[in-house]
């Protein structure tokens, strides 16, 4: 047990999961990719091996899931043995429709995912639709393996290249380090006009492995949301898409070709879930530690498909390490970290695609902040009892903010005001009601 939020596209993750594994057939070579819905494909293929008796065998993308691999009883081998994969389902962290084109790497193993991936025949991607983007880096940071010797130059050379760069680093503040042993540069972007020229900027820079920009090699994408199923493949002759059934005797969802100004045919996918009659906004999802944040927004992201951000993830590592040693942060330490938050929802306005920020807002003033430069988001208020959120806070697990501080949280709390743009919800409710609810209201609005 994790104390982690239930993944709430857990259900979508493995319809998708399923239907990519059934593409694997006896004597194939299997590239195994890694993270939450490669998960479901490693598990399918180990329930096959077992139950059906199918003949594969796999190597896998990272020591995770090698482990998966052993315990589903999947037969490994190597490239020595097989040079060549026939096939390697992953999942992807961004998914741009019209090409295929994917960030990866938000489980830090994207050098051996994209080593197993170049290496097979077919590349098929496995996701819920909320990956879908208009352009890649909307949603996600762009990951970047760097060589830990002179990783600060490799960071300053990354800036200058536009990038707002993060190392990635573990809660208590180490850095993150991949299988290879290598860091990570998490590499903030905005929409990519031109990933395979930005691809190729960053290979260019001395002392970085390789970075999370897939270009041109999935060969299909497997999604799931509530639409259905849907299949991608995109076809290289006129930069169009098709979306052609695995298997044409099963019911797959196919987004009707509609004509363009040429009179030629062009898929028209949404890019994200639809939710119908919702306007494009600014959410922040605000309330003390334990309130449900990020079970909501993520339920949110997941029916509206905005971009998500979670705030805790935007502090500076002062205030991580103060939190962490049950230190309360005080207005200095919140101001640079709201600031951050304020450019996140700004970028999100700036590009039109609505967006969903956890943040705890505590004090009318630090809403301020948010509403500066005249954005104006709507406050998601989540309140219940201390006794809850005592109660759910010693619960959780990896998670560097400690019970202790919960009594400074609800000191500093202001409640939205009348003259707030805020919904206020309880937090005792079901999370599905909430998220219900909160769709409805935004449907008013
Ligand atoms: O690139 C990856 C790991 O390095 C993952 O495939 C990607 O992060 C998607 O993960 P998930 O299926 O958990 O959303």
Request: charged letters at 20%; hydrophobic letters at 40%.
């Amino acid at each position: 047990m994790t104390g982690k939020a239930p993944d709430p596209a857990a259900n979508l993750k493995q319809q998708a999961a399923i239907k990519a594994a059934s593409l694997v057939q006896d004597g194939m070579a299997v590239g195994l990719g890694t993270g939450s819905t490669a998960f479901f494909v490693v598990a399918e293929l180990g329930r096959r091996v077992r139950e059906e008796g199918l003949k594969i065998c796999a190597i896998p993308t990272s020591d995770a899931t090698e482990a998966q691999a052993r315990e589903e009883g999947i037969p490994l081998t190597t490239f020595a043995a097989h040079p060549e994969l026939d096939i390697t389902i992953d999942g992807a962290d961004e998914i741009e429709p019209r090409t295929l084109n994917l960030v990866k790497g938000r489980g830090g193993a994207l050098l051996r995912e994209k080593i197993v991936a170049s290496a097979a025949k077919q590349f098929v991607i496995v996701a819920d639709s909320s990956k879908y983007v208009d352009h890649l880096g909307m949603l996600c940071p762009v990951p970047v393996e760097v060589i830990p010797f002179g990783w600060e130059n490799v960071a300053v050379k990354l800036g200058r290249m536009g990038a707002h760069v993060t190392p990635r680093k573990h809660r208590d503040g180490s850095f993150y380090l991949t299988d290879e042993k290598n860091l990570i540069m998490d590499c903030v972007f905005g929409p990519i006009e031109d990933p395979h020229k930005l691809g190729t900027d960053i290979h260019s820079i001395v002392g970085v492995v390789e970075h999370g920009l897939f270009i041109e090699m999935a060969t299909q994408a497997i999604t799931a949301g509530p639409e259905g199923i849907r299949v991608i493949t995109p076809t290289v002759s006129d930069g169009l898409i098709a979306t052609p059934a695995l298997d044409p005797s099963e019911p797959v969802t196919r987004v009707p070709p509609v004509p363009n100004e040429n009179g030629s045919s062009k898929t028209v996918l949404p890019t994200q879930p639809v939710a119908s009659g919702i306007k494009k906004q600014l959410l922040v999802i605000m309330g003390v530690s334990g309130s449900g944040k990020t079970t909501i927004a993520e339920g949110l992201r997941n029916e509206l498909g905005w971009p998500f951000q979670e705030g805790d993830d935007l502090h500076p590592a002062a205030n991580v390490a103060k939190m962490a040693a049950s230190i309360p942060l005080n207005d200095e330490d919140r101001w640079p970290w709201l600031a951050r938050c304020q450019e996140w929802l700004a970028e999100c306005n700036r590009a039109g695609t609505g967006g969903i920020l956890t943040c705890s807002a505590l004090k009318h003033s630090y809403r301020d902040v948010l509403r500066k430069g005249g954005l104006e988001p709507i406050f998601i208020y989540l309140h219940t009892s201390e006794a809850v959120l005592l109660e759910r806070l010693k619960r959780r697990r990896g998670h560097y903010m400690p019970p202790t501080l919960l009594p400074s949280q609800l000191q500093t709390l202001e409640a939205p005001a009348a003259d707030e743009h805020a919904l206020s919800m309880s937090a005792d409710t079901n999370p599905a009601e909430t998220i219900a609810e909160i769709l409805s209201y935004l449907k008013t609005i």
